[in-house]
């Protein structure tokens, strides 16, 4: 197995291991050793299906059952595409559609869940012919270029993370009743310890506000820390090749999906998710030998 620098902060290539193998122990471990330290791996040339995807993602953690009113909604794979069963585009005005354009602001998955994902695990099956392609940022770097006073401000702070906050952003409609029933806005903490990493940054378009704080002054100080990750040396850019699957860190890294011509050219990507053992608290350490 060898490790590809693609970014002089974090993210790895990872050449000569293939996800459907029966891999010793020692090998997946490599494998996390490297999640924990690099944030975002990618494996290129990956010919599998559903079933062996979900196979690699569950040896590395408990995987999430997709959300009502997701595509893949009661089972482990969530499908993210623009276009129907029979191949054809769906209309700009689609639910998917809209659901996409909202994956076109910085996240990280699950935030928005009572325990969220850890890992998502991003496979590409048909992608658009240019563009379309998925940007990473380094929160461990955000944070670490924050300054002390606001370090120490926002060490002990909760967040409050919320689905419908974040589509109401695209479509105040776009949110049902039985979601919002299901996915009850949560707390989660503002900043996450990954012990020997450091500490990384947890926000992103779910968080709708900050525990103690008035509406006020809390959407200033989260329009003041979400301008931090559009700082260019703290970001990568996935250029997507058909086969491509990218095991990435919700908890160190945010991302976000970047347009294409989603009239003309068909992208169908499929995610599994791999859940957090139990929900975070601000004393939560990660990127221990018993962890991911």
């Given at each position: 197995?060898?490790?590809?620098?693609?970014?002089?902060?974090?993210?790895?290539?990872?050449?000569?291991?293939?996800?459907?193998?029966?891999?010793?122990?020692?090998?997946?471990?490599?494998?996390?050793?490297?999640?924990?330290?690099?944030?975002?791996?990618?494996?290129r040339d990956q010919?599998?299906?559903?079933?062996?995807?979900?196979?690699?993602?569950?040896?590395?953690?408990?995987?999430?059952?997709?959300?009502?009113?997701?595509?893949?909604?009661?089972?482990?794979?969530?499908?993210?595409?623009?276009?129907?069963?029979?191949?054809?585009?769906?209309?700009?005005?689609?639910?998917?559609?809209?659901?996409?354009?909202?994956?076109?602001?910085?996240?990280?998955?699950?935030?928005?869940?009572?325990?969220?994902?850890?890992?998502?695990?991003?496979?590409?099956?048909?992608?658009?012919?240019?563009?379309?392609?998925?940007?990473?940022?380094?929160?461990?770097?955000?944070?670490?270029s924050l300054s002390?006073?606001?370090?120490?401000?926002?060490?002990?702070?909760?967040?409050?993370?919320?689905?419908?906050?974040?589509?109401?952003?695209?479509?105040?409609?776009?949110?049902?009743?039985?979601?919002?029933?299901?996915?009850?806005?949560?707390?989660q903490p503002m900043?996450?310890?990954?012990?020997?990493?450091?500490?990384?940054?947890?926000?992103?378009?779910?968080?709708?506000?900050?525990?103690?704080?008035?509406?006020?002054?809390?959407?200033?100080?989260?329009?003041?820390?979400?301008?931090?990750?559009?700082?260019?040396?703290?970001?990568?850019?996935?250029?997507?090749?058909?086969?491509?699957?990218?095991?990435?860190?919700?908890?160190?890294?945010?991302?976000?999906?970047?347009?294409?011509?989603?009239?003309?050219?068909?992208?169908?990507?499929?995610?599994?998710?791999?859940?957090?053992?139990?929900?975070?608290?601000?004393?939560?350490?990660?990127?221990?030998?018993?962890?991911?």
């Amino acid at each position: 197995m060898e490790l590809i620098p693609l970014h002089p902060l974090f993210a790895i290539e990872v050449r000569d291991f293939h996800l459907c193998k029966e891999h010793h122990d020692s090998e997946l471990e490599n494998i996390k050793k490297a999640f924990r330290r690099y944030s975002v791996l990618v494996f290129r040339d990956q010919k599998i299906d559903d079933s062996c995807q979900i196979r690699f993602s569950e040896r590395l953690g408990p995987l999430e059952t997709t959300k009502l009113g997701t595509d893949g909604a009661g089972t482990k794979l969530v499908r993210l595409t623009n276009m129907d069963s029979g191949g054809r585009i769906l209309r700009q005005s689609s639910r998917a559609l809209l659901n996409n354009k909202a994956n076109q602001i910085w996240h990280s998955d699950s935030s928005f869940k009572r325990i969220p994902a850890r890992a998502s695990v991003l496979r590409a099956v048909v992608i658009p012919p240019e563009r379309g392609e998925t940007e990473y940022v380094s929160q461990r770097a955000v944070y670490k270029s924050l300054s002390l006073d606001l370090k120490q401000k926002i060490g002990r702070m909760w967040g409050i993370h919320d689905y419908s906050h974040s589509r109401a952003r695209i479509d105040s409609e776009l949110v049902t009743e039985d979601e919002k029933r299901v996915l009850p806005p949560v707390r989660q903490p503002m900043v996450i310890n990954h012990g020997p990493y450091g500490k990384s940054l947890y926000i992103g378009a779910h968080l709708s506000k900050i525990e103690g704080m008035g509406q006020e002054e809390g959407s200033g100080l989260i329009q003041q820390l979400m301008k931090l990750p559009d700082k260019k040396p703290f970001i990568y850019r996935h250029r997507w090749k058909v086969h491509d699957v990218v095991l990435w860190d919700n908890l160190s890294v945010m991302h976000r999906a970047t347009p294409f011509e989603n009239q003309n050219s068909g992208r169908t990507m499929v995610r599994t998710t791999i859940s957090c053992k139990e929900k975070l608290n601000l004393n939560s350490v990660f990127g221990t030998h018993e962890d991911l």
